[in-house]
């Protein structure tokens, strides 16, 4: 191995990823995270050593790897302010292109698939890692990396990535948006939303064990345009009333020819 | 109490509604389903007594309630068909109003808010149990009946199970949907869909702790139209681009005003 037994990491970014790659990796013995950057100064984990938290890149220490856990668009500005060379630099975006970091340094990507908020205590095995690098051995490393810390790991190229994103923001954000007007069409009503929240869950156990058009059904699919004309009717917020129609006509045109 | 301590039941309909049913009244012994009637003579469940399915509506015992778990287009017929009056008859559907029961019975509706399918094995307590009845002591009843299965029962008028039903359709169909373009999008690029489970259960698991306005990210939320446009543009299907456009204008209207 080209690498010591023990992975040097430095952390920059004070968002939920950097908080959440700072408490997987704290576990193991053989990846050290030795310092993290953040313009702030603040800590990513109560436990932490104050010592390592640096507010300036030019106080960076030699390291393995340095982890650029920030929003896309402020990786190609800080990977170019880092203040050294040939060092690995890595991005966890699923959105951003390998090539988006400067390339004085060897460029990397390490994108857990999940989302991530203060709240959530995630058990971080579960989360699939996917990794890219444009040398093999850094490659080799972050896969050392991503296989401590998780048990499904991916290399995927840029593209492949950005199409895991796409539909990454459709069962995320688009299926959040769906339980928010949910949500709304109860508060309108005056009936609590949690009664919704058993059906929420097993919508998202049975795609665990079936496949997702297995398991559609509902209104739109047996073409029950009696049903559907009511909800429309009943509907009093022209986007929802939109929404429900492009829903409502892409499953028919998925499953139509079924019918 | 009107009605004596053991409650019988008939079910009628052999679907997936009419098997959860049976096996959740099994358990207790102050419910007593003494009869199961469909048109083909099936068991509801491996263990049932064979002696105990009818298929002639002429056969069947007095009950204190008639549980129609049929579609919502057979209720009318059936109802019309049963062979007695002034019995308590109720269906299970959320879009039916309790009227479209024959009123020369007494009417109600008993409505799981839970998607049913034959391979889940649900605890039937977490399901929210909505009934309605138009007399008081048929609501006793099934109030009973209701509290003895499930933790959650609510007593609502037709109206509001016709609104629960909508926000029913929106977060379980039209979700199941978005995770269905998910997969379609994985495997036109042959990216395995299991990747994108993880992210799937904590989107839900979230809504479980936050409210779902509160847990909304993403391209759309933060005006990203970079990503926006580069998503427009990786998606071949024309109804999921229509879609990835709606949700997102929709996003964007809702939290318009407060970026």
């Known amino acids: 191995m080209y690498f010591s037994l023990m992975i040097k990491i430095v952390i920059l970014g004070a968002g939920n990823v950097a908080k959440h790659l700072y408490k997987a990796f704290t576990?193991?013995?053989?990846?050290?995270?030795?310092?993290c950057y953040n313009r702030k100064g603040v800590l990513l984990h109560p436990d932490q050593n104050p010592a390592t938290i640096i507010q300036d890149l030019k106080q960076l220490d030699k390291a393995d790897l340095y982890i650029l856990a920030i929003s896309d668009n402020a990786i190609a500005g800080v990977s170019n302010q880092l203040p050294?060379?040939?060092?690995?630099?890595?991005?966890?975006s699923g959105g951003t292109p390998i090539t988006t970091l400067n390339?004085?340094?060897?460029?990397g990507v390490f994108y857990p698939l999940q989302t991530f908020s203060t709240t959530s205590d995630l058990d971080f095995n579960t989360i699939p890692?996917?990794?890219?690098?444009t040398a093999k051995k850094d490659e080799v490393l972050l896969e050392k990396l991503a296989n401590t810390v998780s048990n499904t790991v991916n290399t995927i190229t840029s593209k492949q990535r950005s199409t895991l994103h796409l539909a990454a923001v459709v069962v995320n954000n688009f299926t959040n948006?769906?339980?928010?007007?949910?949500?709304?069409?109860c508060k309108e009503h005056h009936l609590p939303f949690?009664?919704?929240?058993p059906l929420i869950n097993e919508t998202t156990n049975k795609i665990n064990r079936i496949a997702?058009?297995?398991?559609?059904t509902g209104p739109a699919?047996?073409?029950?345009?009696?049903?559907?004309?009511r909800h429309l009717d009943q509907l009093t917020n022209k986007n929802h009333k939109e929404l429900y129609k492009s829903l409502t006509q892409s499953i028919q045109s998925k499953y139509g020819k079924k019918l």
């Not at 948006?177 to 069409?185: A, E, M, P, T, V």
Request: glycine share 2%; aromatic share 6%.
């Open 212 to 216: 997702p058009n297995q398991a559609q």
């Open 84 to 92: 050294f060379t040939d060092r690995l630099v890595v991005h966890t």
């Open 27 to 35: 576990p193991y013995h053989d990846l050290k995270v030795i310092q």
């Open 221 to 229: 699919m047996r073409n029950d345009s009696n049903t559907i004309d």
């Open 194 to 197: 949690d009664l919704l929240l």
């Open 129 to 133: 890692i996917c990794i890219e690098a």
């Open 103 to 107: 390339d004085k340094n060897k460029r």
């Open 177 to 185: 948006h769906l339980f928010s007007i949910g949500n709304d069409i």
